[in-house]
C-alpha cells in the first residue's frame, strides 16, 4: 500500500499501522455490488489483506493458548466475519498440529451507535447464559474499538461471570486522544474513521460487502436513520 501500512510491532499480535495519510484504491479497482457504488469514497482495506491478517492471528494466539481450552465470545452483528474466519484459521492449525484444541462459540451482541457516532447508551443484547464462562479461558472477538469504553464497559460485565482468563481480540482499533484501551490482539490500527463492510454496517447496510471501505457523505445521508 505504498508504505502507507506499516508494521506496528515485532511483538505478536500488536497490529499493523494504517497511517492517517492512507487514501484507500479506487473504487473501479474491485468489484463491489452495484447497488453501493455510489455511496463509497473507496476501498479501504481490501478483503484479502483481511483475510492474510487474520491468519497471522489466528497463529499467535494459536501460540498464546497452550493447552488451555477456551471460549471465543463474539461480538454482534460486526464481528461474526472475523470470528468466523479467526475461528475456521485456528480450526485448521489446530487439524494440523500435534495438539488437539478444545474450542466453544457463544455469541453477545453491543449496541452503541446511531448513525456514524457512538452513543453513551450502552445496550448488552442476549448473552443470558454467560454463566457458563466461570472457570473458562475466554477469547472475547470485536469489530472495532473506538474509544474504548465500550469494551471496558463489556469487560466490566463479563468479569461479573469469573473467568479464569480474559484475553480480547479486535479487528480494528481506531488511532484517536480518547481511545486509551489497548486490546490483546489487533489486526490493523486504523485512523479515527468510519469503516463499513466486512460485516461492519452503517444503520444495517453495508455488511455484505467483502472489503473495509469508506462511506461517503452521500451514503451517510441515504442510509441514515
Known amino acids: 500500500m505504498d508504505g502507507n501500512i506499516s508494521q506496528l510491532s515485532h511483538t505478536p499480535g500488536h497490529g499493523l499501522v494504517i497511517s492517517d495519510s492512507w487514501t484507500g484504491y479506487n473504487l473501479d479497482v474491485f468489484?463491489?455490488?452495484?447497488?453501493?457504488?455510489?455511496?463509497?469514497?473507496?476501498?479501504?482495506?481490501?478483503?484479502?489483506?483481511?483475510?492474510?491478517r487474520i491468519e497471522r492471528l489466528a497463529n499467535d494466539i494459536m501460540k498464546d493458548i497452550g493447552d488451555n481450552r477456551i471460549t471465543v465470545l463474539c461480538v454482534l452483528k460486526g464481528g461474526?466475519?472475523?470470528?468466523a474466519d479467526l475461528?475456521?484459521?485456528?480450526?485448521n492449525l489446530s487439524r494440523n498440529s500435534e495438539r488437539f484444541l478444545?474450542?466453544?462459540?457463544?455469541?453477545?451482541?453491543?449496541?452503541?451507535?446511531?448513525?456514524?457516532?457512538?452513543?453513551?447508551?450502552?445496550q448488552i443484547i442476549g448473552g443470558e447464559d454467560l454463566s457458563k464462562l466461570s472457570g473458562k479461558c475466554l477469547y472475547n472477538l470485536q469489530d472495532v474499538i473506538g474509544t474504548g469504553?465500550?469494551?471496558?464497559?463489556?469487560?466490566?460485565?463479563?468479569?461479573?461471570?469469573?473467568?479464569k482468563m480474559v484475553k480480547v481480540a479486535s479487528l480494528l482499533v481506531k488511532r484517536s486522544a480518547n481511545n486509551k484501551y489497548r486490546p490483546d490482539y489487533i489486526g490493523f490500527e486504523i485512523p479515527n474513521i468510519f469503516v463499513v463492510g466486512y460485516a461492519l454496517d452503517y444503520n444495517e447496510h453495508f455488511r455484505d460487502l467483502h472489503h473495509l471501505c469508506i462511506i461517503n457523505?452521500?451514503?451517510?445521508?441515504?442510509?441514515?436513520?
Open 31 to 52: 468489484t463491489l455490488p452495484n447497488h453501493y457504488c455510489e455511496d463509497l469514497e473507496c476501498v479501504f482495506i481490501p478483503h484479502g489483506v483481511i483475510v492474510d
Open 102 to 122: 478444545s474450542m466453544r462459540v457463544d455469541f453477545i451482541r453491543l449496541r452503541s451507535y446511531c448513525n456514524d457516532k457512538s452513543t453513551e447508551d450502552l
Open 149 to 163: 469504553r465500550t469494551m471496558e464497559v463489556l469487560l466490566s460485565h463479563l468479569e461479573k461471570y469469573s473467568p
Open 217 to 225: 457523505e452521500k451514503g451517510k445521508e441515504k442510509y441514515k436513520v
Open 87 to 91: 475461528v475456521e484459521h485456528i480450526k
Open 80 to 83: 461474526y466475519k472475523f470470528c
